[in-house]
């Protein structure tokens, strides 16, 4: 069943087509990484979902029921450009978004309670938000996005700002959000959070998604079939339909080549050839990296 | 309407709580009391009686100097030396020699004293004389003196205005003044408080914390809870400012008449309209309706109050609700206080122009610009309030506050449509074409 459905949206601005029909499905009670370059479309459509604007043509649906005001107390949003009122102190500014999303000042005291002991900031409740360090506030401000316990979170390059040790913890919250039941769309351009973090992605390029899907079912799609191995002798004579894509020297006397064999090959064939020619030290499959993958499909670096 | 009402609360409360909020409200009436009570302080001050020995050579003169409240004046009957001499003791302020050849030579007249004169005082003592020799001048002449005092009269008009209902009293001097004063209220309001909502939207904005709200809330709400916010702040400063003012005016000035002593404050007393404490007597009738104070309650009196307050508080909100919400246009669609100028000088432009045709319009409160400016809603929360004391048909004010009320809603509608576009654009500055495209999207 899918939290979040878009059938092809379309957004337009006066010279620029944001969105060109965008279909996703988004599963719920998992982690669904948003990629793609800068410009790509990723903002309009988060902003679409989140009903800051709306699309000129397409639908959205949240579980099967079309997007509407009702919903707004069921998603939570981290935009990447954050802020918060810094004149106001930090107990009364989570209070009132908190409100604002639809709770009740004693429900929103009673959760807000519980996360001030889990991050260990009792202190900071009446202090205001300008005297805080700008990691403090990003803290400050996920806690803003997830009190009302939403069954969607959106985050927008969720660890930007944050020292490694605070971004761990962030992480450890999305994942135990996820155990909850909670669906997190995750937008990033870093990829190793995407390797470690996403169970489905979506890559949107020049306004179109041009690749979405399961995580695993993606990288077997960008299967190269290449294999590494490292080895002493010489790597020679091997069976024709192997194709050695490059050879070096590594320092300790051994050697490391890159082997590509046909789609229907047997890699037992493979090792079987190989021991019979050189004696192997490592042997295994190259599967492509979301870099890789990211580098692939969009012809760019992500940044 | 919970919504707009959750941010209406913050935006009251962020503001009532701040620093500047405080110190404006309490040093606000503190400043107006005293713009008002130095100078009665002073005059009162001024009350101070001066003792004044007469010494009258001429021997015409006697006792015919009236004391006033400045002066009070003593004859003697010792030569000028002794009398020089003695002055000291004698425990009086001014020596004042009339030389017996005063009628001749009126420029003869000596005064002395301890320390210097004031003008004040020289030009009452010289009043005085020459009033005298004006009238011994007369009466040798063969002018009776019985003539000539009822030849002093004081002249003071009444203004009247012809209507349907008969004859009224009117006082265009009070029309006047209460017109411009509502019109003052309502442009310093609507520039107090419209920047206020201009400030807040760019603080949002500049802040990056319009994303998180608006998924939360619509724009309009946000808007719109903004702009009430802000307008019950201006409601509470000003109840504040009166009732301070009010109350601060009341407590000084009570302080001050103790301090000046029982005897002239039974004369202030006797001199203020309504002072229950002396008897009613002839005199005291006739001081009370010539005191200018009486004469300006007497004016206002026949002026329409009911109307004026209640057409006030019309006009007031409907100005400053249009005005925001062009305010928070503007605060919508630029990043950096550098670039307000450029939008904030088309929106100031009728405010100003109407406070300047204001006193065009007084003066003609029935000329064709006075009415059509009373008519279009960006002008006539000024206009119209300078307009309404001096008396206007029902049908233009009905006319009028409709028109405001659809200009407010146009302008809402216009203001929200470039806001929830502008909350979210960065960079570069949009031009006005860029504006009018804004209002154009779809949302």
Not at chain 1, 124 to 151: C, R, Y
Not at chain 2, 150 to 160: G, I, L, M, N, W
Not at chain 2, 195 to 213: A, F, L, P, S, Y
């Amino acid at each position: 069943m899918n939290i979040l459905e878009t059938r092809h949206i379309v957004k337009q601005y006066a010279q620029h087509r944001a969105l060109d029909d965008v279909s996703i499905d988004i599963p719920r009670g998992q982690i669904f990484g948003l990629l793609g370059p800068n410009g790509a479309g990723k903002t309009s459509l988060i902003r679409i979902i989140n009903q800051i604007t709306g699309p000129d043509e397409g639908e959205v649906f949240f579980d099967g029921k079309p997007l509407s005001q009702e919903h707004i107390g069921r998603i939570g949003y981290l935009p990447e450009e954050r802020g918060l009122y810094k004149k106001m102190k930090v107990g009364e500014q989570l209070l009132y978004l908190a409100q604002l999303k639809g709770l009740t000042e004693r429900q929103a005291m009673e959760k807000l309670k519980e996360w001030f002991i889990k991050f260990d900031i009792k202190t900071w409740w009446t202090k205001n938000v300008e005297d805080l360090s700008k990691g403090m506030q990003q803290k400050i401000q996920f806690v803003a996005t997830v009190l009302h316990e939403p069954d969607l979170i959106i985050l927008d390059e969720p660890f930007s700002g944050f020292d490694p040790i605070n971004a761990n913890l962030i992480k450890d919250e999305i994942l135990e959000l996820r155990q909850k039941g909670s669906t997190i769309i995750f937008s990033t351009h870093r990829m190793e959070s995407v390797e470690e973090l996403c169970d489905h992605i979506a890559l949107i390029h020049r306004s179109k998604k041009v690749l979405d899907g399961p995580k695993k079912a993606i990288k077997e799609q960008f299967k190269t079939h290449t294999y590494h191995v490292e080895y002493q002798g010489v790597l020679n004579d091997l069976n024709p339909a192997y194709t050695v894509l490059d050879k070096k020297p590594l320092e300790d006397g051994f050697l490391r080549a890159n082997i590509r064999i046909p789609r229907d090959a047997e890699v037992n064939e493979l090792v079987r050839n190989l021991i019979d020619h050189v004696s192997v030290r490592a042997f295994g499959e190259n599967i492509p990296s979301m870099n890789d993958i990211f580098i692939k499909a969009v012809g760019e670096v992500p940044n | 309407m919970k919504t707009i009402f959750l941010i209406l609360k913050r935006e009251y409360l962020v503001r009532v709580k701040k620093k500047s909020f405080l110190v404006m409200t309490f040093v606000t009436p503190l400043l107006v009391s005293c713009i008002w009570l130095v100078p009665v302080f002073f005059a009162m001050r001024g009350i101070d009686q001066k003792k004044v020995e007469v010494i009258d050579e001429n021997g015409k003169f006697g006792n015919t100097f009236k004391d006033t409240k400045e002066l009070v004046f003593k004859p003697v009957n010792m030569p000028v030396e002794s009398a020089k001499k003695e002055f000291g003791k004698s425990g009086y302020d001014v020596l004042v020699h009339i030389p017996k050849d005063i009628l001749e030579n009126p420029k003869d007249l000596k005064i002395y004293s301890e320390k210097n004169v004031s003008l004040e005082v020289k030009r009452g003592i010289e009043k005085a004389v020459e009033q005298e020799i004006e009238n011994i001048r007369l009466v040798e002449a063969g002018i009776d003196r019985k003539v000539l005092e009822s030849t002093k009269v004081d002249v003071s008009s009444d203004t009247f205005s012809l209507s349907e209902e008969g004859e009224k009293d009117s006082s265009s001097g009070a029309a006047t003044g209460i017109g411009y004063f509502c019109a003052f209220i309502i442009y310093f309001a609507i520039f107090l408080y419209g920047v206020q909502v201009m400030r807040g939207v760019m603080e949002e904005k500049t802040n990056r914390i319009v994303e998180v709200i608006i998924s939360s809330v619509k724009p309009f709400q946000l808007m719109a809870g903004k702009i009430l916010g802000v307008a019950l702040v201006g409601l509470t400063q000003f109840l504040l400012w009166i009732l301070l003012t009010f109350g601060i005016s009341t407590a000084a000035s009570s302080i001050l008449g103790q301090s000046v002593g029982p005897q002239n404050r039974i004369e202030m007393m006797a001199n203020q309209p309504g002072a229950a404490k002396t008897p009613p007597t002839e005199k005291a009738k006739t001081e009370q309706k010539n005191s200018p104070m009486a004469s300006v309650f007497k004016a206002i009196s026949t002026l329409n109050i009911p109307l004026i307050i209640g057409c006030f508080l019309l006009y007031f909100i409907g100005g400053y609700l249009i005005y925001s919400a062009l305010f928070a246009a503007v605060g919508s669609a630029v990043d950096s206080d550098t670039d307000v100028q450029q939008f904030m000088f088309p929106i100031t432009i009728p405010l100003v122009l109407s406070f300047i045709m204001a006193q065009f319009v007084i003066r003609e409160p029935d000329g064709a610009v006075a009415f059509w400016m009373s008519m279009i809603p960006l002008t006539s929360p000024i206009i119209m309030m300078v307009r309404i004391p001096f008396g206007v048909p029902a049908w233009e004010i009905i006319l009028s506050l409709t028109l405001l009320i659809g200009g407010f809603l146009g302008t809402a509608w216009l203001a929200a449509r470039i806001y929830r576009v502008g909350i979210l654009m960065y960079g570069k500055k949009p031009s006005y074409k860029e504006l009018a495209k804004w209002v154009f999207y779809k949302a």
